[in-house]
């Protein structure tokens, strides 16, 4: 079965400071994972997957294989960039997804 | 485009009582929607999967008897909570599979509360 990993709860960082939020994966198949967000009060919303390998609102992940990861990156984190992140991994079928990762940006 | 609704957005009701919860794809079809269960501070659980015109994909440990899903069209899915009881209590989140593609879109969620 697959499993999507996020180990930290919480992050806190500073307005302009780089942010890495954490996720790593176990399938046996070739994985097909993303980063969804959801904004205070609003519905859960895709920010990027890695087949498309875009960048979305200055976000970037990268799917790293050999440490099964696809860890979410910023170079200079924004307030509004503050919401709930999850990881999720596209596998048999359906939709995995991590325990999530509040981001909090301080000014 | 890709929108999703859910209504209603929040129900309360008494245990013992039926609640109907409506996933509609708005501006496009979706063969395939998914349910999810959201408790508080923890991430969505996968339901099951709500195939049209066939019956759903139950994931381990959920009552098909106890959370009906019908999907008797291309653009509407709905979730009945039977018998409800103050455990049910809970955030139903749908989403519906768009295309061909592998991208999910949700609802809003409905909250539900069982007295």
């Known amino acids: 079965a697959q499993r999507v990993t996020q180990p930290e709860k919480l992050l806190s960082v500073f307005k302009g400071a780089p942010v890495e939020l954490k996720c790593n994966y176990s399938y046996s198949g070739s994985p097909e994972l993303f980063w969804y967000v959801q904004y205070s009060r609003q519905r859960l919303q895709l920010l990027l997957r890695?087949?498309s390998r875009e960048s979305i609102k200055g976000f970037t992940a990268d799917l790293n294989k050999g440490e099964t990861s696809f860890h979410l990156k910023k170079p200079f984190a924004q307030e509004e960039d503050s919401a709930m992140y999850y990881c999720a991994l596209w596998g048999f079928q359906k939709l995995v997804f991590g325990t999530g990762t509040r981001l909090l940006v301080s000014p | 485009g890709a929108v999703v609704s859910q209504h209603p957005s929040r129900v309360i009701c008494k245990s013992g009582t039926s609640v109907k919860i409506e996933c509609r794809s708005l501006?496009?079809?979706?063969?395939?929607m998914f349910w999810y269960r959201q408790f508080p501070k923890k991430s969505l659980m996968l339901m099951a999967t709500?195939?049209?015109?066939?019956?759903?994909?139950?994931e381990q440990g959920v009552e098909k008897d106890k959370f009906l899903i019908n999907h008797a069209s291309l653009t509407l899915s709905t979730l009945t909570v039977t018998s409800a009881h103050p455990e049910d209590s809970s955030f139903y989140i749908c989403?519906?599979?768009?295309?061909?593609?592998?991208?999910?879109?949700f609802g809003p969620g409905t909250r539900l509360t069982v007295l």
């Open positions: 501006d496009f079809q979706a063969t395939t």
């Open positions: 890695h087949i």
């Open positions: 989403s519906a599979l768009w295309g061909g593609t592998d991208t999910q879109y």
């Open positions: 709500s195939n049209e015109g066939s019956k759903a994909t139950y």
